[in-house]
């Protein structure tokens, strides 16, 4: 065998993937296979990266939310917290399996876009949407942080898809359908209202929509969502809509300068974050202005709805802000992307040729690659920079809370209290899988007393520990343990960390 055969057969491999990528009978399953190689690959660059930092704020607390499983929490609806509930119900609580959950979210998004590009784009542009979206970082470094943006990622598309095809075709299946996914992104994040005010806004601009709304599609839609969200509307009443109170007042009440700089950023942040495929797509069209107006605004009205859809639920926040006084992140545009290879590339301006795509499948395999390989090196750099106590110590401190606990009673440890990420990373990690107290609803008070709780504080918080020490007065038998931690990695030390523990016992056992 000649020494170029090996080269040869890797430099075939682009042409080979792409094949199997525009083929009708192998393309679900090729990119099925991709989008497995790519939740992988991803997971592994989180779990190595991101090693010496430990969950982020955010996923711990999520955590908490899936141990007193409701149906609504003070910040957010529930479906974030069910699914982990449901997730850690089968995996180990570590921090692979939580990758991997997180990871999922785009992974499922991707493969939605890909199912619905279908309606708009040729095959060839199909793949070449697809791998767009693959080197947006919405898709990979953001979704490795487990939380209600990228939970909506998949309902987003999934609503997006099933609005478009039974606005098409009126078929009351894909209404029912779309009905459910809006429901399942509202119970996400409530940020998903300006998901269905710009697809309802869309079907209203739209000429076709005296046809589409004296049908039943519609009205299936609503009924279907409603149906899903009556549980948590009146969790809301019950609840005097306390997320939206801790929503006004943690974003809201701004002036309106603050607001528009706020706004302005969240687009231009969004359109930077989607820079790559802007200035791939671009010299694809050869910077021809006509092309970038047809992207922008269709004539075709297939393409227009699409394009509405598109522009609607991600221009609507900013005017929303302003609106509500409220300041908003480019962060939050994460869900709203779906349509973008749609939008980009179905202009006919728009010329894909066979080696682009070969070339943007090595791009879309060298970067996650070249990612996971560099992954150690992040983790040391992260190390060295000295990452959070909270978050990096958790399993540590969670291990000296438990163990501390057992010397003062046999009981399971059932609730803990204190700063909230402390609290949060040790209802993470601690192995009798605890609830927490902090900005959760309180426990019955005879049960707190039945089953005692173990509260957590930097050493230095002295509101945090003069807060524990009036609940721990009051109880025969407390105790107060003072605690240091130091997490090593790779033989690096991090930065030594002081914690104080108020363990109170159980007043009396179960019956």
Not at 363 to 372: H, Q
Request: hydrophobic share 55%; with cysteine; charged share 15%.
């Amino acid at each position: 065998m000649p020494l170029s055969a090996p080269f040869s057969a890797i430099r075939r491999l682009p042409a080979l993937f792409r094949a199997s990528l525009i083929d009708p009978v192998r393309a679900d399953s090729t990119v099925l296979l991709s989008l497995a190689f790519y939740v992988a690959v991803w997971t592994a660059y989180g779990t190595i990266a991101k090693a010496p930092l430990g969950l982020h704020p955010d996923m711990v607390e999520i955590v908490a939310w899936s141990r007193d499983l409701s149906l609504g929490y003070l910040k957010h609806p529930p479906l974030a917290a069910w699914l982990v509930a449901a997730w850690f119900a089968v995996f180990p609580v570590t921090e692979w399996a939580y990758y991997l959950l997180a990871m999922l979210m785009p992974a499922v998004a991707l493969w939605l876009a890909w199912k619905l590009s279908a309606d708009y784009l040729d095959a060839e542009k199909r793949v070449v949407g697809l791998l767009l979206l693959m080197l947006v970082p919405f898709f990979n470094f953001h979704a490795l942080k487990y939380n209600v943006n990228t939970v909506m990622m998949p309902l987003w598309a999934a609503t997006t898809l099933a609005f478009l095809r039974s606005y098409r075709t009126s078929s009351l299946k894909w209404a029912a359908l779309a009905g459910v996914c809006a429901a399942g992104a509202m119970l996400t994040k409530y940020w998903s209202v300006f998901l269905l005010a710009g697809l309802v806004v869309a079907a209203l601009i739209d000429r076709r929509r005296m046809a589409y709304f004296k049908s039943l599609a519609p009205w299936v839609t609503v009924v279907a969502g409603a149906v899903v969200l009556a549980p948590h509307i009146v969790w809301l009443v019950d609840h005097h809509f306390a997320p939206f109170t801790y929503a006004m007042v943690v974003h809201g009440e701004k002036s309106l300068a603050t607001t528009a700089v706020s706004a302005v950023g969240y687009i231009g942040g969004s359109i930077a974050y989607v820079a790559i495929p802007l200035v791939i797509v671009a010299v694809m069209a050869a910077f021809n202005p006509a092309t970038f107006a047809d992207m922008a605004w269709p004539q075709e009205r297939e393409r227009r709805l699409a394009a509405l859809a598109f522009w609607l639920p991600f221009l609507l926040p900013a005017l929303g802000a302003i609106v509500g006084r409220s300041e908003i992140t480019s962060l939050w545009s994460m869900p709203a992307f779906t349509l973008l290879g749609v939008l980009l590339l179905s202009p006919p301006g728009v010329i894909v040729r066979a080696v682009d795509t070969q070339r943007l499948l090595v791009a879309a395999i060298v970067v996650p690659l070249a990612m996971l390989a560099a992954s150690p090196g992040i983790a040391i750099m992260g190390q060295r920079k000295g990452p959070p106590a909270a978050s990096a110590q958790a399993a540590l401190l969670a291990h000296q809370v438990e163990q501390a606990w057992r010397q003062m009673t046999p009981a399971p440890l059932r609730f803990v209290g204190g700063e909230a990420d402390l609290a949060y990373g040790v209802v993470t990690y601690a192995a009798d899988r605890p609830r927490a107290l902090t900005d959760m609803p309180p426990p019955d008070a005879a049960e707190l007393a039945r089953d005692g709780a173990a509260y957590v504080c930097m050493a230095d918080d002295q509101n945090c520990r003069l807060k524990a020490a009036e609940l721990a007065v009051k109880v025969p038998g407390s105790r107060t343990v003072e605690s240091s931690i130091v997490r090593a990695f790779l033989r690096t030390p991090g930065q030594p960390q002081r914690y104080t523990l108020i363990l109170v016992p159980p007043q009396f056992s179960r019956q």
